[in-house]
């Protein structure tokens, strides 16, 4: 019994939250996934790992807010993300959205970008395909 708690006691640490692996740096859809089917009007949720979300406006290190760009890919850092239908900015500090898209494959790329809509660059990206279904 003695030398069973060898046995055991590696088996906690294993197990323990702390020696969980921490989320990548960079940005995150929680939802959709990857390769989903969603109706013409679905919800968007984004996270950051590594930075901090806030509203548009001023410009400070490791922070910044969410872009949703539409059937596009991640844009060059430093490049200042435009506003239309393609480019959804969320300079409210916002998480999460409702959007609504015409029937068929859409490719979404949540891009992240600091305080005056400068992107940080494909590292703070992240593109997934979606399929809205006609209704």
């Known amino acids: ?16 939250p702390s020696s969980q692996a921490k989320p990548a740096l960079g940005v995150q859809f929680l939802e ?8 013409k ?13 806030e509203p548009a406006g001023e410009v ?3 922070k910044g807010h969410h872009h949703l760009l539409i059937d596009m890919g991640a844009m060059k850092k430093g490049l200042v993300i ?3 239908q393609k480019h959804y900015h969320f300079g409210k500090g916002q998480t999460e959205t409702e959007l609504t898209l015409a029937p068929g494959k859409h490719r979404l790329t949540l891009q992240f970008a600091d305080g005056k809509h400068e ?13 809205v279904k006609d209704q």
């Open 32 to 39: 959709p996934k990857q390769g989903a089917i969603v109706p």
């Open 82 to 84: 435009p506003s239309d």
């Open 60 to 62: 400070h290190p490791k």
């Open 119 to 131: 992107s940080y660059g494909p590292a703070w990206s992240k593109t997934i395909q979606v399929t």
């Open 1 to 16: 019994m003695k030398n069973s708690i060898w046995i055991i006691f590696p088996l906690f640490l294993a197990l323990s």
């Open 41 to 53: 009007t679905f919800k968007v949720k984004m996270a950051v790992h590594g930075m901090d979300v």
